[in-house]
């Protein structure tokens, strides 16, 4: 299925390539914002093929082999194995062009990994005796769902209520907020969601 995914790739992509061709380019001379924005769509791209389980060819089968023997992310694989080759032929490229080719493949690599895991997110942890008030504040203020355990405190030896909750990273400090405003006395927990699939987050 690998290899037929990306045959089939390859085959739109190169026909893509001599459609769009003949496309008249944007009207600015701006090389840093071409290498962002080709960074940035490039990868759009690129991830949508590898969350179906295809690829491009190149590198892309190289990256594609070591995450499913090592568990990188496809987009900082790729990113080292264009970076060293760009780095090789820095000589023939210059600076200039050699710096504008790394944003592009740092924009690039952001865009796969964001296409293949989902926005970025934080998982916290709320230890908490007014969790009642604040599963309704978080359910009504933020709209998102909270898991709600039973805990037991090891030095105190009291039960503990213990909420979990994944908020966005822009709902971080609302939900902050929230927990200050109604238990100054509670525990918060702060870990990065490296990869969240559901509602919300993103699409499996």
Known sequence: HFVYKTLYGLIIFSLALDILKGIQPLPFNDVFLGALYGGVLGGVGSGIVFRLGGSLGGTDIVAKV???????????????????????????????????TLVSMFTFSKAVDVIQSGLPAKAVIIISNQSDILIQRILKDLGRGVTFLHGHGGYSSADKNVLICVVSVSELGHLKRIVREEDSQSFLIVQNATEVIGQGFALE
Do not use: V
């Open 66 to 100: 070591i995450q499913r023997r090592f568990g990188w992310s496809m987009g900082t694989t790729m990113l080292s194995i264009n970076a060293l080759i760009i780095l090789i032929s820095w000589a023939i490229l210059g600076p200039k062009i050699a710096l504008y």
